[in-house]
């Protein structure tokens, strides 16, 4: 049962902040209001609609409890009742989800990081493969991917790459990509035919604004030089490469993608918070033990929760036994939304587990 004091409070905070904002307070108060109120707009609307179809049960019922309804009446209300419970039980379940506690990041940008792992060169095509897989997913999301930095494989594809994925609700939607991604395939310089594996780590950040993490510049330490380009040629002429180093967490990040000094050390601060903001999430995920069981996996990126089969065009997803034989949608973004949805849905059915247990 649906507690209605809490709901009573919800709707009250929701008009108070309303008139709040009417009253056009300081900016600082206003931006903090707003997004607060953001915040409770789609509680509400559950609240309202599941709150208007249980008032239309309560009549249907009470005609049908009173003795003077005609039985052709009785009839057409009984077959509406019918249908306004099986609309009220969908409306109480869409609240009861509303009403689960928010990832406070979810609605954030999220930094991708994608390294090869065991398999030398076929790991760094396969994880050229992913991010192709993710970049074509935020394309089909309307986000906009920019490449922070990058190393390239010998062969083709990234040791290591990282990247920006600037769009509302990024985080939410790959959060549940964190870990060790496997492929198995026959590469095409395999001759006998025979299947290799193959692995990539993937991790993914919510991207930290500087509200959320608070950076001492007197914890940094700041070193500039000349970029290096492939075989030790120096990219340009000038100091642009940058590093920076946190001293406090002993976070080194290393950005020489731009000619302009000044754009490296924004990225390598960007990078800095979103590691430092992780940091201080993972530290806290550890320390609520109940949070730590609800999530999908343990959140350990060395956890292995994804095989991708291609001789048999199989994707399976350890974590909830979820397997796909549309390995080459998937790889194209256009079926990545199936296995996150399926993720999604299920890390919701088990905060609504612990929440009614």
Same mark, same amino acid.
């Given at each position: 049962?649906?507690?209605?004091?809490?709901?009573?409070?919800?709707?009250?905070?929701?008009?108070?902040?309303?008139?709040?904002?009417?009253?056009?307070?300081? *900016?600082?108060?206003?931006?903090?209001?707003?997004?607060?109120?953001?915040?409770?707009?789609?509680?509400?609307?559950?609240?309202?609609?599941?709150?208007?179809?249980?008032?239309?049960?309560?009549?249907?019922?009470?005609?049908?409890?009173?003795?003077?309804?005609?039985?052709?009446?009785?009839?057409?209300?009984?077959?509406?009742?019918?249908?306004?419970?099986?609309?009220?039980?969908?409306?109480?379940?869409?609240?009861?989800?509303?009403?689960?506690?928010?990832?406070?990041?979810?609605?954030?940008?999220?930094?991708?990081?994608?390294?090869?792992?065991?398999?030398?060169?076929?790991?760094?095509?396969?994880?050229g493969d992913?991010?192709r897989?993710?970049?074509?997913y935020?394309?089909?999301?309307?986000?906009?991917?920019?490449?922070?930095?990058?190393?390239?494989?010998?062969?083709?594809?990234?040791?290591?790459?990282?990247?920006?994925?600037?769009?509302?609700?990024?985080?939410?939607?790959?959060?549940?990509?964190?870990?060790?991604?496997?492929?198995?395939?026959?590469?095409?310089?395999?001759?006998q035919?025979?299947?290799?594996?193959?692995?990539?780590?993937?991790?993914?950040?919510?991207?930290?604004?500087?509200?959320?993490?608070?950076?001492?510049?007197a914890?940094?330490?700041?070193?500039?030089?000349?970029?290096?380009? *492939?075989?030790?040629?120096?990219?340009?002429?000038?100091?642009?490469?940058?590093?920076?180093?946190?001293?406090?967490?002993?976070?080194?990040?290393?950005?020489?993608?731009?000619?302009?000094?000044?754009?490296?050390?924004?990225?390598?601060?960007?990078?800095?918070?979103?590691?430092?903001?992780?940091?201080?999430?993972?530290?806290?995920? *550890?320390?609520?033990?109940?949070?730590?069981?609800?999530?999908?996996?343990?959140?350990d990126?060395s956890?292995?929760?994804?095989?991708?089969?291609?001789?048999?065009?199989?994707?399976?997803?350890?974590?909830?036994?979820?397997?796909?034989?549309?390995?080459d949608?998937?790889?194209?973004?256009e079926?990545?939304?199936?296995v996150?949805?399926?993720?999604?849905?299920?890390?919701?059915?088990?905060?609504?587990?612990?929440?009614?247990?």
């Amino acid at each position: 049962m649906l507690p209605q004091d809490k709901l009573d409070l919800i709707l009250r905070r929701h008009d108070e902040i309303s008139a709040r904002l009417a009253g056009a307070p300081e *900016a600082a108060v206003y931006v903090a209001l707003s997004r607060e109120l953001a915040g409770l707009e789609e509680v509400v609307r559950a609240i309202r609609e599941f709150r208007t179809q249980a008032q239309e049960v309560a009549g249907l019922e009470a005609m049908l409890a009173d003795p003077a309804t005609d039985a052709e009446m009785r009839g057409l209300a009984e077959e509406e009742l019918r249908e306004a419970e099986g609309r009220l039980a969908a409306l109480e379940r869409d609240l009861q989800l509303a009403l689960l506690p928010k990832d406070a990041a979810d609605e954030k940008s999220a930094i991708l990081e994608i390294r090869a792992g065991t398999g030398g060169d076929e790991a760094a095509l396969f994880a050229g493969d992913l991010f192709r897989m993710y970049q074509r997913y935020a394309e089909t999301k309307g986000w906009r991917v920019e490449i922070l930095s990058a190393s390239e494989g010998t062969a083709g594809g990234y040791k290591e790459i990282i990247a920006e994925v600037e769009g509302r609700g990024v985080f939410a939607r790959l959060k549940f990509e964190s870990g060790t991604h496997r492929v198995q395939r026959v590469p095409d310089t395999e001759t006998q035919g025979r299947i290799h594996t193959s692995a990539a780590t993937v991790a993914v950040l919510p991207e930290a604004e500087e509200v959320d993490v608070d950076i001492n510049e007197a914890d940094l330490k700041i070193d500039t030089m000349r970029a290096q380009g *492939a075989g030790g040629q120096h990219v340009n002429k000038t100091e642009s490469a940058i590093r920076i180093t946190h001293i406090p967490t002993n976070t080194i990040i290393f950005v020489q993608d731009e000619r302009s000094q000044h754009k490296n050390r924004a990225r390598a601060m960007a990078l800095l918070r979103a590691r430092i903001y992780d940091m201080e999430r993972q530290k806290l995920d *550890a320390e609520r033990a109940a949070d730590r069981r609800s999530q999908v996996g343990s959140g350990d990126r060395s956890e292995r929760i994804r095989t991708y089969n291609f001789p048999q065009g199989r994707l399976t997803d350890h974590r909830i036994n979820l397997t796909l034989y549309k390995l080459d949608k998937v790889m194209t973004g256009e079926a990545l939304d199936e296995v996150i949805d399926a993720l999604v849905t299920h890390h919701q059915a088990q905060l609504l587990a612990a929440s009614e247990g």
